[in-house]
């Protein structure tokens, strides 16, 4: 499986729309968004950039994506949103766990982003290799903002065999 970690920054007038700009900004907007817990499958590989290729979306509008998020949101002038996802993965299975991560600057972002996989690395019998991450900021200045990092897993259509609410 292919897991992209993608970013985004956004304002608006609310923070709702700020979050939705960020959203856009990483290209997964138009989805119904389904966060997921902190495992990797085996067979995994983690690809970043700052947004999907839209030629990589695979998915329509109102699919499920399934994800794992970090999005912080802030409305007060010169307050800072900084958002992170990391992870760790085991290099002969693919296997991992993703942490996410929200605070006021880079710094508080990436000191709990590491001390969380370590924390669930000394957990784990498992050998896992390097803490990586993705750390992305925004200062509020007229407009709420918000920032967001985003392990997207896959997209899934609503579309299938068992519906309890058909007659």
Known sequence: MDIHVVEGTGTGPTTLAAFDAALRAANIANFNIITLSSVIPPKSTIMVSKSIPKKLVLGTWGDRLYVVMANKRVDTPNEEAWAGVGWVQDKKSGKGLFVE????NKKTVQRDIEASLNSLMEGREDKFGE???E???ATCIN???CALVSAVYQAASWEHKFNP???
């Open 101 to 104: 991560h929200v605070g006021g």
């Open 131 to 133: 803490i990586h991450s």
């Open 135 to 137: 750390i992305v900021g």
């Open 143 to 145: 407009e709420p903002v």
């Open 165 to 167: 609410f058909k007659k």
